[in-house]
C-alpha cells in the first residue's frame, strides 16, 4: 500500500513558478511510476506528466511542454513538479498518482494509488 500526500500549492501571478511535491508513504515507491494529473471545475481530469521510476523516462502533456518539469527523489520518496512561465489555465486541483504502469502512463486508469490533490490557482 502507499499513501500520497501532496503539497506546494497555491496563489501565484500569471507567468510566476510554483513547485508542488507528493510525499508517498511505503517500501516500494523506488518501483513505481509516478504521474502528476490535474482538474479544473467543470472539465475532466487530465495528465499533465509522468516520471519512470529512475527518473529517467519522463512524459508531458502538450500544454506544460517546456514550461513544467517534473522528478522525483527516490531517497526522499518525493516527487517534484516545478511550474514556470505559469498561466491562468493551469489553474487546477494537482494529484499525484504511483503505479506499476504497463502502459501509457497518460492514462489514469493505469494508476493505483492516488493523492487528494492540492489547489494550484494562477491569477491574471
Known amino acids: 500500500q502507499v499513501q500520497l500526500v501532496e503539497s506546494g500549492g497555491g496563489l501565484v501571478q500569471t507567468g510566476g513558478s510554483l513547485r508542488v511535491s507528493c510525499l508517498a508513504s511505503g517500501r516500494t515507491f523506488e518501483t513505481y511510476t509516478m504521474g502528476w494529473f490535474r482538474q479544473a471545475p467543470g472539465k475532466e481530469r487530465e495528465f499533465v506528466a509522468s516520471?519512470?521510476?529512475?527518473?529517467?523516462?519522463?512524459a508531458y502533456s502538450d500544454s506544460v511542454k517546456g514550461r513544467f518539469t517534473i522528478s522525483r527523489d527516490n531517497a526522499k520518496n518525493t516527487m517534484y513538479l516545478q511550474m514556470n512561465i505559469l498561466k491562468p489555465e493551469d489553474s487546477a486541483v494537482y494529484s499525484c498518482?504511483?503505479?506499476?504502469?504497463?502502459?501509457?502512463?497518460?492514462?489514469?486508469?493505469?494508476?493505483?494509488?492516488w493523492g487528494q490533490g492540492t489547489q494550484v490557482t494562477v491569477s491574471s
Open positions: 498518482a504511483a503505479g506499476a504502469v504497463v502502459g501509457p502512463a497518460r492514462v489514469a486508469k493505469l494508476y493505483k494509488f
Open positions: 516520471i519512470g521510476w529512475s527518473g529517467k523516462i519522463t
